[in-house]
Structure formats: structure tokens, C-alpha cells
């Protein structure tokens, strides 16, 4: 059974930072594309950023320079640290695993975590 598990969510002032961990179970993220979405109330999902399973990371425009995802596949874990942050960055972050593609223009990932709420005040 798969499980994806975020923590690391919060509040923070607007400049502030945080780093998202994405604890997987069931599937190994090496062979996964693994990415980040986000999504704020009244508004549709986005992805923020993505490792695809060639290493390459892909990041939203919104967040490129300020956000940087990783991974650590001993441990098995997705982070996603975010700094410089924004009022407009304030959404439920989500972490989410598929074998081919993550980066949702065409199908949703196959895999999806619970989400971890982060709020940015100004």
C-alpha cells in the first residue's frame, strides 16, 4: 500500500521560510517522478515544483529562485524547501509520486499525500 506523508507545514511571516518533507512508503522514489502542488482556497491546483526520475528538477514560475525540492532516496523522503516566502504562497501543499509523469497537465499523479496546510501572513 502506498502512502505519501507531509509535514513541515505552518505559519511564517511573509520572508520567511520552511522545508516540507514528504515521508513515502510502498514505492521507492527513485523510480517515481515526485512533485509538490499547492492549492489555496477558491482556486484550482498547481504544481510547484517536480523531480522527475532523471533527477531533473522543473519549478513553477512563481517560485523558481525561492523554492528548491529535493530528495533523499535513503531515506525514501521529498522535501521541498521554501524561503523568501510570500502571502500568496499560503495554500495546502501536497506531495505526489506517479511512475511516468507528475507534472499533472495530462493525468493527475497516480499517488497522492494528505497535504500539509502552510500560511504566510504579511
Known amino acids: 500500500q502506498v502512502q505519501l506523508v507531509e509535514s513541515g507545514g505552518g505559519s511564517v511571516q511573509a520572508g520567511g521560510s520552511l522545508r516540507l518533507s514528504c515521508a513515502a512508503s510502498g514505492l521507492t522514489i527513485s523510480r517515481y517522478c515526485m512533485g509538490w502542488f499547492r492549492q489555496a482556497p477558491g482556486k484550482e491546483r498547481e504544481g510547484v515544483a517536480r523531480i522527475l526520475i532523471s533527477g531533473t528538477s522543473i519549478y513553477a514560475d512563481s517560485v523558481r529562485g525561492r523554492f528548491t525540492i529535493s530528495k533523499d532516496n535513503a531515506k525514501n523522503t521529498l522535501y521541498l524547501q521554501m524561503s523568501s516566502l510570500k502571502p500568496e504562497d499560503t495554500a495546502m501543499y501536497y506531495c505526489?509520486?506517479?511512475?511516468?509523469?507528475?507534472?499533472?497537465?495530462?493525468?493527475?499523479?497516480?499517488?497522492w499525500g494528505q497535504g500539509t496546510q502552510v500560511t504566510v501572513g504579511s
Open positions: 505526489a509520486a506517479d511512475p511516468i509523469s507528475c507534472s499533472g497537465s495530462d493525468r493527475p499523479p497516480a499517488y
